[in-house]
């Protein structure tokens, strides 16, 4: 019998979500981002489910970029960019589009003697994230040296924050102000020039930062950043689920778990899932998050280990071997869990183990 510890992804709200956003911005390009296996979702998968609705895709290192271009035809970024002359190399061969966001990789890319016409070089200004990318001062002399070898160049930038916030409005505001004055400077000066400013916070708050390419990433899997105007409705992609290995009675005063962090004030009925911090559930929930059991909520107890979580079913009846357990997603929002655990939704998603079987549904 295999662990009924399972990842549900659902590739039908992926598409949904991807029809959503796209109904934001119907003139640009869409590049999602499908990074870190997909935020965790498969991106074997997942680009087979959505290559026939998007422009390219984006990804942050050279290994995910060549493992990509054997998915898929559509164009492929590599936003971190060449590690060294070999990596540029690699990349130039296998017709991937790559980011350029410092003098290092600059030279590499000056020094190399064929850069193919196909590519576009995707150069990466600073407007506010003091990151990755070349100053606003710095930006004419690294476009004029791109301009050597291509036209075909993507002006981009990346928010800091762009959730929607009072707090982060400003800083937004000034970053697409600073993007487009430096944007309208560098146009001026030759090439096929397309720009691509906004990532999902960008798509779903500011207009103004759409431009020629968008890049959605976590609102591709439904997590909805926008926090003002008009809510969008996105459809959460990912359940994680399992059911129980272990029902036992205990008595009053027994301790559960390493270090019995946690002890029965009466005799209790607790279950035993076949999931743990190994699998990316986060042991910071230990004795104050709670899953679904049966779509009613079961505390967690005691300290979660590596393959093991104890909860408490004293309260609830009928429960056994069939019933279903939601650690996240229908009905218990993985934003709200990751509140409970001190993380981000992105944190929980690309943690999922390899062990954690993914199940694909449409």
């Not at 970029?65 to 970024?77: E, H, M, W």
């Not at 004795?287 to 590596?306: C, Q, R």
């Not at 609830?316 to 001190?342: C, D, F, M």
Request: proline share 3%.
């Amino acid at each position: 019998m295999s662990r009924p510890t399972v990842a549900e992804i659902n590739l039908s709200s992926i598409k949904f979500n991807i029809k959503q956003l796209k109904a934001l911005a119907p003139e640009s390009l869409f590049f999602p981002v499908v990074k870190a296996n997909a935020y965790g979702h498969g991106i074997k998968k997942v680009v087979k489910a959505i290559d026939s609705k998007v422009n390219g895709y984006c990804v942050a290192t050279t290994e995910e970029a060549l493992s990509l271009r054997s998915i898929t035809k559509k164009s492929v970024v590599c936003m971190e960019g060449p590690f060294d002359q070999n990596e540029l190399r690699s990349l130039n061969l296998n017709k991937i589009d790559f980011v350029l966001h410092s003098k290092r990789q600059l030279n590499f890319y000056s020094s190399e003697k064929s850069i193919s016409k196909s590519l576009k070089v995707w150069l990466k200004i600073d407007t506010g994230m003091h990151r990755l990318g070349f100053s606003m001062e710095e930006a004419e002399n690294a476009y004029l040296e791109v301009l050597k070898k291509t036209k075909n160049i993507v002006l981009m930038s990346h928010f800091s924050s762009a959730a929607g916030t009072k707090a982060s409005v400003l800083k937004s505001k000034k970053q697409i102000s600073d993007f487009n004055k430096i944007e309208k400077k560098l146009k001026k000066l030759g090439g096929n020039t397309l720009s691509s400013l906004c990532n999902s916070g960008g798509l779903l708050n500011y207009k103004g930062s759409h431009k020629d390419i968008i890049r959605p990433g976590i609102s591709l899997y439904g997590l909805n950043q926008q926090e003002n105007k008009n809510k969008i409705f996105l459809k959460p992609a990912l359940t994680l689920k399992t059911r129980l290995i272990s029902i036992k009675q205990i008595n009053k005063g027994s301790n559960v778990g390493y270090d019995g962090t946690w002890t029965a004030t009466e005799n209790s009925i607790i279950g035993i899932l076949p999931i743990g911090y190994a699998d990316g559930y986060p042991s910071s929930l230990s004795n104050k998050g709670y899953v679904l059991v049966d779509n009613k909520k079961a505390p967690v107890i005691g300290k979660i280990s590596m393959d093991l979580i104890a909860i408490n079913l004293s309260k609830l009846k009928k429960t056994s071997y069939e019933s279903e357990i939601i650690l996240w997603g229908s009905n218990l929002p993985i934003e709200y869990v990751a509140k409970q655990s001190n993380k981000i939704p992105y944190n929980l998603m690309t943690s999922l183990s390899e062990r954690v079987k993914r199940k694909y549904i449409e």
